[in-house]
T-cell receptor, first 111, second 113 residues
Framework: KQEVTQIPAALSVPEGENLVLNCSFTDSAIYNLQWFRQDPGKGLTSLLLIQSSQREQTSGRLNASLDKSSGRSTLYIAASQPGDSATYLCAVIDSNYQLIWGAGTKLIIKP | EAGVAQSPRYKIIEKRQSVAFWCNPISGHATLYWYQQILGQGPKLLIQFQNNGVVDDSQLPKDRFSAERLKGVDSTLKIQPAKLEDSAVYLC???????????FGEGSWLTVV
């Protein structure tokens, strides 16, 4: 059974730092992986989707990587800003198109 | 392009009452999802539709929850009777097809007192 883990559960860094959020999964037979952002009181916003055949995807200051063999994905945020403060969730989509979610990492960027 | 629309945004009801949530997905999206998210946890899939057919409802508490997607567009999620543990945000999402990028609505926040 696929399990998705995000560590740490919370992270606080000063503004301007580059940072990495981690997502690990137990079964490498995935269809794709998607990173989301959730602001308090809001729904989820899709950030990046990585197909299983891809190694990384970039959007602005965000870069997501995927290493299926090790069961890991990372979300790299460059030059962090207070507006990046949110909870970041990753979800693995398996071969049956079912989403398996991590519990998220709550990120706080200190001005 | 309009996003996923949900209503109501907030609802407070007493236990044993009923509530219904409505979702209008992005135009043309065949796949529609209803998720339950409890504070501090990841979303839990309640039901997934492909057009107007159910793909997965294995985690839907069918004794009290029901959902339908008539004509393969809008969807409603109903809870009757509500329990205290149903207090959560109910998220509707859609994708063009299963496995594509998923887009979420703002959520419907339910408090059962």
């Amino acid at each position: 059974k696929q399990e998705v883990t995000q560590i740490p559960a919370a992270l606080s860094v000063p503004e301007g730092e580059n940072l990495v959020l981690n997502c690990s999964f137990t079964d490498s037979a995935i269809y794709n992986l998607q990173w989301f952002r959730q602001d308090p009181g809001k729904g989820l916003t899709s950030l990046l989707l990585i197909q299983s055949s891809q190694r990384e995807q970039t959007s602005g200051r965000l870069n997501a990587s995927l290493d299926k063999s090790s069961g890991r994905s990372t979300l790299y945020i460059a030059a962090s800003q207070p507006g990046d403060s949110a909870t970041y969730l990753c979800a693995v989509i398996d071969s049956n198109y079912q989403l398996i979610w991590g519990a998220g990492t709550k990120l706080i960027i200190k001005p | 392009e309009a996003g996923v629309a949900q209503s109501p945004r907030y609802k407070i009801i007493e236990k044993r009452q009923s509530v219904a949530f409505w979702c209008n997905p992005i135009s043309g999206h065949a796949t529609l999802y209803w998720y339950q998210q409890i504070l501090g946890q990841g979303p839990k899939l309640l039901i997934q539709f492909q057009n107007n057919g159910v793909v997965d409802d294995s985690q839907l508490p069918k004794d009290r929850f029901s959902a339908e997607r008539l004509k393969g567009v809008d969807s409603t999620l109903k809870i009757q009777p509500a329990k205290l543990e149903d207090s959560a945000v109910y998220l509707c999402a859609s994708s063009l097809l299963s496995g594509n990028t998923i887009y979420f609505g703002e959520g419907s926040w339910l408090t059962v007192v």
